[in-house]
């Protein structure tokens, strides 16, 4: 490598360049790969000057802030409001069968929806993403249901009664393919799970307590 | 203290919009980028809004991080720095043009995978010190400050060329000594 790439290269992670100067540099990158393996040898040797920089912890307002910009969360599961749980006696049931992936779950090459499945109290229960190319449904429980007992997935969109999305594996990553119209259905819907016999839910509803809920984000 | 494999899985598992990793990578990052980002801008408001900036585009960029190439601290570090230079020239309304700088770092092409020793922070000590003091001092400050060669040149009372001449010198050297 000349020597004046080598200067250059780090001229340009310093940011030192003119704009010109960089906008040719940056075009170089694209054709250079050598040339771009220095660039990043600077940054990760220039970071390491970032040690004496003292970590100072940014207010409260900042990590609010940043939440309220990528996360909507004004749309409350309304369903789950005290009465509600009692009109969904008749809601159809549409049970899937999870397939386990095993060891080395292949997370949704490209998500399209995402889920985070947390207790009242905030402790994640399962995380679930949908890649819109295989269309099927990933799941990673964090939580095992308690003996004797199963977690049932339910898909709840806006005020329709939720539509089971099959039992949860206890402990490992599962995938489901999900029909044309549920997938249709997850954007913007919120995702719930119910504690319920080792079958699933007699009546096609959720039968006991819900322990989790996560509203599906599209990413 | 989160590991190098504990930012690492947060990035990825960011990347399939996991809230909860993303979360956790805040909380173990944030103090390190706010400094970061409040030594560049030198201003608390701003630094904040930088911040909320530099973990927008870690939210939307985690898919471009490539585990195993650039280590996860230097990826946050590098956004955080870049973000925070390209506001404080636009706050000069820098008219020199060297703006904008290269927001994402590049991971991809060929970057070796390099893990951070313990000693290594150490070797780049090391390798400052052979510099001349005030070259060493114009390369943190460009780094660490984001001052440009316009700043330099006024600081250390030097004309621009030569302060260019210096620094590309110094960068010559400092590459030497890390890679001999």
Known sequence: MPEDDRAKAGEYA?????????????????????????????????????????????????????EARLFDDTKSPRWLAPGVMGLLAASLALVLLFVPVGTGVRPPANPLYHADLASESGE???????????????????????????????????????????????????????????????????????????????????????????????? | MATRDDIETWIARTALGDRRAFQNLYDHTSAKLFGISLRVLKDRAEAEDALQEVFVKIWHGSKKYTAGKASPMTWLITIARNHSIDRLRARKGDTEGDDKIAEMPDTAPGAEARVVAMGEAKRIEE??????????????????????????????????????????RSLIKLRECLEP
């Open chain 1, 124 to 219: 994640l229960i399962l995380a679930a993403g949908y890649d819109g190319e295989t269309g099927e449904l990933y799941v990673i429980p964090e939580l095992a249901p308690e003996e004797g007992t199963a977690h049932e997935l339910w898909l709840i969109e806006g005020d329709n009664p939720p539509v089971s999305l099959g039992l949860m594996p206890a402990d490992a990553p599962a995938r489901v393919l999900l029909a044309p119209e549920q997938a249709q259905a997850l954007q913007g819907a919120v995702l719930a799970i119910s504690v319920e016999p080792p079958t699933g839910s007699p009546t096609g509803a959720p039968t006991g307590p819900v322990i989790a809920t996560g509203e599906v984000m599209t990413l």
């Open chain 2, 127 to 168: 390798c400052f010190d052979t510099l001349e003091v005030d070259r060493a001092e114009a390369v943190r400050r460009a780094y660490l400050d984001g001052e440009s060669y316009a700043d330099l040149s006024e600081r250390f009372s030097v004309p621009l060329n030569t302060m260019r001449t210096w620094l590309r």
């Open chain 1, 14 to 66: 310093l940011g030192l360049m003119t704009r010109a100067e960089a906008a040719e540099f940056a075009a170089r990158l694209d054709r250079e790969p050598g040339l771009a393996a220095l660039v990043a040898r600077w940054q990760e040797d220039f970071a390491m000057l970032a040690d004496e920089v003292e970590p100072v912890a940014p207010p409260a307002r900042v990590r609010r802030r940043i």
